[in-house]
C-alpha cells in the first residue's frame, strides 16, 4: 500500500500563489503517474492535474481545463514527491485538495481563496 501525505494548503487572497506538496511512502516501486483532485463545499471531486512518467526525470502532464495556464504539476520521482504550483487563484479554486495514486489517496489539505 502507498501512504500519500499532502502539504501546503492555506489560505491566500485572489491572485495570489500557493504550493502544494504530496509525498508518497509505502510500496512506492513501480510508481509512473500521480494526480491532484479537489472537491469544494457541495460539489463532486473532481480531477485537476496528472504527472506521467516515462524515465527517471521525464514526465508528461495533464491538465484539466479550469486550471490550465494557471497550474503546474510537476515532481521528483526520486522522491516521491509531486507538486501543485497554483497561480492567479480565485475562489473558485477553493475546495480540499486531494493526492491521488493508484487506488490510493492522501488526506487532503484546504485550499481557501479569499476574493
Known amino acids: 500500500q502507498v501512504q500519500l501525505v499532502e502539504s501546503g494548503g492555506g489560505l491566500v487572497q485572489a491572485g495570489g500563489s500557493l504550493r502544494l506538496s504530496c509525498a508518497a511512502s509505502?510500496?512506492?516501486?513501480?510508481?509512473?503517474?500521480m494526480d491532484w483532485f479537489r472537491q469544494a463545499p457541495g460539489k463532486e471531486r473532481e480531477f485537476v492535474a496528472r504527472?506521467?512518467?516515462?524515465?527517471?526525470?521525464?514526465?508528461?502532464?495533464d491538465y484539466a481545463d479550469s486550471v490550465k495556464g494557471r497550474f503546474t504539476i510537476s515532481g521528483d520521482r526520486a522522491k516521491n514527491t509531486v507538486y501543485l504550483q497554483m497561480n492567479s487563484l480565485n475562489s473558485e479554486d477553493t475546495a480540499v485538495y486531494y493526492c491521488?495514486?493508484?487506488?490510493?489517496w492522501g488526506q487532503g489539505t484546504q485550499v481557501t481563496v479569499s476574493s
Open positions: 491521488h495514486q493508484g487506488q490510493n
Open positions: 509505502g510500496r512506492t516501486f513501480g510508481i509512473n503517474a
Open positions: 504527472i506521467r512518467w516515462t524515465g527517471s526525470s521525464i514526465y508528461y502532464a
